[in-house]
């Protein structure tokens, strides 16, 4: 349970740092700022979640953690900034489809590039 609990925090405090910082040190500093936010973020983030072990990752699989908190932040900061409500996430719902789509895709692709180069 403590893995859970501690992946959910390291999650939430990695997705309220890229759209709660960033924004502003790129709106503040352009984009010097931006790139500086995102090294400051996301290098911060991964040694947290990463290093420290917040985040549960079992050995020999593969979770795209941070993209995934990242990518759920700013699900909910857009639905919650713009003020549509569930209107506003049904009218972005095909293109999250489609990016799932376009991830599994990816995916698929690279696990039959590494049997097929593990093969020759």
Known sequence: MKHYL???AGSAICGGF?????????KTY?????W???TLI??????M??????IANPNGKIWLDQGWCIGSAG???GIVRFQGGFINFLDAAPTLVLCM???????????YLRRKAQND
């Open 6 to 8: 501690s992946t959910f």
């Open 18 to 26: 890229a759209f709660g910082i960033w924004p502003e040190m790129w």
């Open 30 to 34: 352009g984009l010097l700022g931006g």
């Open 36 to 38: 500086f936010a995102a």
């Open 42 to 47: 996301i290098g911060i983030m991964w040694y």
């Open 49 to 54: 979640n990463h290093y420290h072990g917040i």
């Open 75 to 77: 699900i909910a900061w």
């Open 101 to 111: 789509v376009g991830g599994g895709a990816a995916g698929l692709l690279v696990c």
